[in-house]
């Protein structure tokens, strides 16, 4: 069955690789995801947003999920992602999920601290694995000025002060990756990074990976990433292949059919960032 990310997440530290965890939807997204983990040994984390827990159904999904274990000798896990919703994290924990993100970096610190520290307490009586965000990711392009640009970047100070008290599993930080893609080429604050990893223990998450450069992602591996966010570069290739097949088979109307194109693509690109994570022959 479904693992939590303690492990895989310790082992990639260890040995210097990042997990990817790809944001999945429905039957066939988990299906690309786990095929292309097994036919590479990959670990492989599934990420769902709540959205997307709630539109496929929070027991479809988790059963999903299990049976993809049974079915692959690799470690698989099934990682609620950007849950802003205490109650509705527990509730994923109660039905059997054993990662989870509570996201409460919109809240000032002392409060982000207070929501992340319940869900801990409650996760960790379940064997369940947290990750939180400090700092804050966004899709500023703006000319913000450096204060303002700094305030949204992880303070690598106050992240010791935010893990050591919180007592997470894992830190997602806020070192210039948006989500989505970028109008303007993303900068990333790697001395930053370095920084956050020399003085914390924990695994650290990249969100937002769609858009970055490989080198810049391989750079922050080296420097301490070990879970490595990406959907929108997932998305697009699977719904354009979809559009694509359409074109030029208007009358189609049966989804094995015009889904297939969209599984293939998505394959490619999960192929691609397995490896670009290093993740591959790990499991
Ligand atoms: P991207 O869509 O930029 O890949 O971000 C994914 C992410 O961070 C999911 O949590
Ligand atoms: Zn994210
Ligand atoms: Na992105």
New binding site residues.
Partial sequence: SIVSTKEMLLDAKKRKYAVPAF?IHNLETVQVVVEAAAELYSPIIL?ATPSTVKYAGPDYLLAIANVATARYNIPIALHL??SEDIDYIKQCIDLGYKSVMIDASHDPFEENIRKVSEVVDYAHRFGVTVEAELGRLGGQEDDLVVDEKNSIFTDPEKAVEFVEITNIDSLAVAIGTA??LYKDKPKLDFDRLERINQLIDIPLVL?????IPDKDVRRSIELGITKV?????LKIPFSNAVKQFFNEHPEESDPRKYLTPGKDAMKKVTIEKIKLCGSDGKA
């Fill in positions: 944001n990420a992602d950007h989500h989505g969100h937002g990976a769609s858009g966010n990406i959907a929108t570069e």
